[in-house]
């Protein structure tokens, strides 16, 4: 399939986390689409991180597109120059105060491809133990939670976990056979 070509790009808005450019864009049939909105974002790590008791370090906190609290794994954006993992370990530590030794690189996605250039990236970890305090960013207000397996998969039934790419990643590696102990 071909791609579209861009005819002209302008910078609708440039921030730290998010440039907006509306694109004018010319599809392989001829159709011309003259403001197609792009979201440029960083790309980020998220890590199902896994105890010796088969629970699952998550994180909770407010998010406000939702207007509530959410529960999510630990994960964060990959500082330029570091790597997926690098990131996911980081951030493990940073919103948990956890670290695990043993991780598995699980998948990345595009969690938007439709509208949006960033890539997500999943890892999951075995043997996690509180190592530190955990240390948010300012702006994160997180309260750690410890969800048995079980527990964490009744949630995503029932729809008490919203981030979709989450919800991928945890039931590609229950599918996987990747959240017990073997």
């Known amino acids: 399939m071909q791609p579209w070509m861009v005819l002209n790009q302008k910078t609708l808005l440039d921030r730290r986390w998010l440039r907006i450019t509306e694109d004018?864009?010319?599809l392989p049939n001829g159709t011309i689409i003259d403001e197609f909105h792009v979201l440029h974002s960083p790309n980020w790590a998220a890590v199902i991180a896994v105890t010796e008791n088969d629970e699952v370090v998550m994180v909770e906190q407010y998010r406000h597109g939702l207007g509530r609290a959410s529960l999510e794994l630990p994960s964060g954006v990959i500082d330029p120059g570091e790597e997926p993992l690098e990131a996911a370990k980081r951030e493990l530590f940073e919103e948990t105060g956890y670290k695990a030794g043993a991780f598995t690189a699980l998948f990345d996605v595009s969690p938007e491809p439709s509208r949006s250039t960033h890539r997500a990236y999943f890892f999951l970890a075995h043997g996690a133990?509180?190592?530190?305090?955990?240390?948010?960013?300012?702006?994160?207000?997180i309260d750690v939670r410890l969800v048995k397996v079980e527990q964490l998969l009744r949630d995503?039934?029932?729809g008490r976990i919203d981030h979709a790419a989450h919800v991928g990643?945890?039931?590609?590696?229950?599918?996987?056979?990747?959240?017990r102990r073997m």
């Open 156 to 158: 995503l039934t029932d």
């Open 129 to 141: 133990t509180q190592a530190g305090e955990a240390r948010p960013e300012i702006s994160e207000v």
């Open 169 to 179: 990643a945890i039931l590609l590696a229950e599918k996987r056979g990747l959240l």
């Open 24 to 26: 004018r864009v010319e």
